[in-house]
């Protein structure tokens, strides 16, 4: 079994459009993350939640809204996507928070035409 | 050798050799540091992860190194095979909420 998994893998899209992501963690872990990794690799952090409560919001455009309907479930809803929006976004979830390893989705890929 | 720049620093490694991928760190603070492999079109995946009271810690063919003096850490693979073939990240958290990603190190694995 997958233990994070994120769909769809792959997401090409208009500009202008609102698009959603979907994870779920089956590792019972408390803490989930969205990460933006551009395209030369560098990743960075979004968002996070722990036991469903907003713990991490970085800079990011509030065109991006991530909701958590339980500790499982991370989703991460784009409005009025951009050209600047094309990127791998990761999903991560955790055990705690901080000094623990991120376990990664295998990442969804959006392309903004 | 390696290469910095614009591009993702890169490793080219002679399989069989070992590899050194080397990261600095910024947080003084930072105690817990893990390294990461991503394979391609694939998410990070744990490899080892070491405390801020040891300076070293071995795994299955991996070894990381902790330099709190000079904030540096390394990752040293040995016996290099293809499949190692990758991008590698080091992270750091301070214990708090964040873990900050270094910027990554591609490795190539020549047959």
């Known amino acids: 079994d997958t233990a994070v998994s994120q769909t769809p893998k792959y997401l090409v899209t208009q500009m202008g459009n609102d698009k959603s992501i979907k994870c779920e963690q089956n590792?019972?872990?408390?803490?989930m993350y969205w990460y933006k990794q551009d395209s030369k690799k560098f990743l960075k952090i979004m968002f996070s939640?722990?036991?469903?409560?907003?713990?991490i919001n970085e800079t990011v455009p509030n065109r991006f809204s991530p909701k958590s309907p339980d500790k499982a479930h991370l989703n991460l809803h784009i409005n009025s996507l951009e050209l600047g929006d094309s990127a791998v976004y990761f999903c991560?979830?955790?055990?705690?928070?901080?000094?623990?390893?991120?376990?990664f989705g295998d990442g969804t890929r959006l392309s903004i035409l | 050798g390696e290469s910095v720049g614009l591009h993702l620093p890169t490793l080219s490694v002679q399989e069989g050799d070992n590899s050194i991928i080397n990261c600095a760190y910024s947080?003084?603070?930072?105690?817990?540091f893990i390294w990461y492999k991503q394979e391609s079109g694939k998410g990070p995946q744990f490899i080892i992860d070491?405390?801020?009271?040891?300076d070293k810690r071995q795994g299955q063919r991996v070894t990381v190194l902790l330099n709190k003096t000079v904030k540096h850490l390394s990752l040293q693979i040995a016996a290099t095979q293809p499949g190692d073939s990758a991008v590698y990240f080091c992270?750091?958290?301070?214990?708090?909420?964040?873990?900050?990603f270094g910027a990554g190190t591609r490795l190539f694995v020549k047959a």
């Open positions: 991560a979830s955790s055990q705690g928070v901080g000094n623990q390893p991120q376990h």
């Open positions: 590792l019972g872990h408390d803490t």
């Open positions: 939640y722990n036991n469903k409560e907003l713990i």
């Open positions: 947080n003084s603070a930072s105690d817990y």
């Open positions: 070491i405390r801020s009271n040891m």
């Open positions: 992270a750091e958290n301070d214990g708090g909420f964040k873990t900050i």
